[in-house]
């Protein structure tokens, strides 16, 4: 395998999963260092083939993210200072959420502050009954920088997003949940394995698909009706002329589960 830890990032790979796992105890918090290794292994997923779909998790139980390294934020000295550390959570985060896999945020604790922003930028979210969610900056007199204000709205509705930024209240798991937040809402200790069983069911599905059909989904979110639909044309085009595509028809009209092979 072509993916390798990092200190306070560790991955590994099952089958054609990649799960990264953000080991910076006790809170895995967000420091510069962890989101640079974190920014160096998307991309090094992106070029690896065998990795179809990704998980990203935090170690032990008590925190999925906390948020960002408070210590960090607190030596801030100037506008340009925290610009930088701004935009180097951005470019991280929406790497992400462009890679053009899958990924799945399986949440395993307290996911607040830079923790939900990151959750955000995966495009599926399995929780424990026991996680807490929200954008507490206010409480520090600070707001949001890594995509709160922007993805939160997109997630739960500009009036409940509104909410939780300005008030800074802390939510379960559930109410997460009912706001559309989360996918799922899993016992506490069955977080990776749906994550990782979720993350299975999507990977034997053919990569052009997928690949194509998240395509559609993010341009069409960021962009009119019409635009969406015509991104989705043209995704439509690309997987429709596809070997897979053609294995999958012929798969159905044999009665047989498909082999695809992702091309």
């Given at each position: ?38 920014g160096r292994l998307v ?153 990782k069983d979720l993350a ?64």
């Amino acid at each position: 395998m072509g993916l390798t830890s990092g200190e306070v990032v560790k991955v590994t790979q099952e089958d054609r999963v990649a799960i990264l796992t953000i080991d910076h105890r006790p809170v895995n918090a967000l420091s510069r260092q962890v989101l640079q290794e974190l920014g160096r292994l998307v991309e090094a997923v992106r070029q690896e083939a065998a990795a179809k779909v990704v998980i990203i998790t935090g170690a032990g139980s008590l925190a999925f993210v906390a948020g960002a390294d408070i210590k960090e934020v607190g030596q801030l000295t100037s506008p340009e200072e925290a610009k930088a550390m701004a935009a180097l959570g951005q470019q991280v985060f929406l790497g992400l959420q462009r890679l053009g896999k899958p990924v799945i945020a399986a949440i395993n604790g307290v996911c607040l502050g830079g923790g939900l922003e990151l959750a955000m930028a995966c495009h599926l979210r399995v929780s424990g009954d026991r996680a807490r969610f929200g954008q507490p900056e206010v409480t520090l007199g600070i707001i949001p920088g890594w995509g709160g204000t922007q993805r939160l709205v997109r997630c739960i509705g500009k009036t409940k997003a509104t909410e939780w930024i300005l008030t800074g209240e802390i939510y379960s798991a559930q109410d997460a949940q009912r706001l559309g937040l989360v996918n799922v809402v899993v016992p506490q200790d069955q977080v990776l394995k749906a994550a990782k069983d979720l993350a299975r069911k999507i990977a034997s599905k053919s990569a052009v698909a997928i690949g194509q059909a998240l395509a559609a989904i993010e341009a069409g979110a960021d962009s009119s009706l019409e635009q969406g639909l015509g991104r989705e044309a043209e995704a439509f085009s690309v997987v429709a002329s596809s070997e897979d595509s053609r294995e999958g028809v012929k798969a159905f009209l044999e009665k047989r589960q498909p082999q695809f092979k992702d091309r």
